[in-house]
């Protein structure tokens, strides 16, 4: 059973900064793209940032310069740094991982982020 298990959510105050991590496991599949996921209240779940699995990267417009994903293909981990964080950067977070058209695409259960004012 393929597993996504997040962690490093919490309540920070703006300007400051929190790390997520997102391990993968269970599946037979090499995992490709990674990425980190976003949803706020009442919004739509939004894409933060992914990384193929050569390290190549994306950022959403709205975290560009503040957010910096990275991976350990060793550990079939990402991580999310996310430095001058914003009250509309509040949201629950989720990990996704694609193990190609065989193995599928996976999301974690999240993890909350609260940016207080």
């Known amino acids: 059973q393929v597993q996504l298990v997040e962690s490093g959510g919490g309540l920070v105050q703006a300007g400051g900064s929190l790390r997520l991590s997102c391990a993968t496991s269970?599946?037979?599949?090499?995992?490709?793209?990674m990425g980190w996921g976003r949803q706020a209240p009442g919004k739509q779940r939004e894409l933060v940032a992914f990384?193929?699995?050569?390290?190549?990267?994306n950022y959403a417009e709205s975290v560009k310069g503040r957010f910096t994903i990275s991976r350990d293909n060793a550990k079939n981990t990402i991580y999310l740094q996310m430095n001058s964080l914003k009250p509309e950067d509040t949201a629950v977070y989720y990990c996704?991982?694609?193990?190609?058209?065989?193995?599928?695409?996976?999301w974690g259960q999240g993890t909350q982020v609260t940016v207080s004012s």
């Open positions: 269970g599946s037979r599949f090499k995992v490709n793209d």
């Open positions: 990384i193929t699995s050569d390290g190549i990267t």
């Open positions: 996704s991982a694609d193990f190609g058209w065989r193995g599928g695409t996976y």
